[in-house]
């Protein structure tokens, strides 16, 4: 009997493991920042599709080095906040910072 009940913890134990894990990973998932080109809804032609990768890109160019790289690395890579400032040895809320700067950047070279 002892041994059942060491064998049953064992698999319980390592089963609410597993359910950890799949919810951790699905929470990571939910929180990814959405990749850029992937919200297209309708199919524009090619060359209107070009137009505007190339008018992102020339936007993009025109951001500071750093703001550049976190730019690329979270909406044309796809990688969530928390993987960018481990691959550029930053915190998490520089990552953010930095993003949200860049973005009204952005939003203000369009607008003019």
Known sequence: MDKR????EC?????????????YKAKRT????????????ST????????????????INSLPPQGKIIIDKLYLQGLSEVEVA???NISQQAVNKWKRKMILQLSQMVNY
Do not use: T
Request: charged share 25%; hydrophobic share 30%.
């Open 44 to 59: 524009p032609s090619f060359s209107a599709m070009s137009e505007e990768k190339i008018y992102v890109e020339e936007l």
């Open 5 to 8: 009940n060491s064998v049953y």
């Open 11 to 23: 698999c319980k134990s390592e089963i609410y493991r597993i359910g950890w894990r799949v919810q």
């Open 86 to 88: 481990r691959q550029l």
């Open 30 to 41: 939910r929180n990814q920042e959405c990749p850029f080109y992937e919200n297209n809804l």
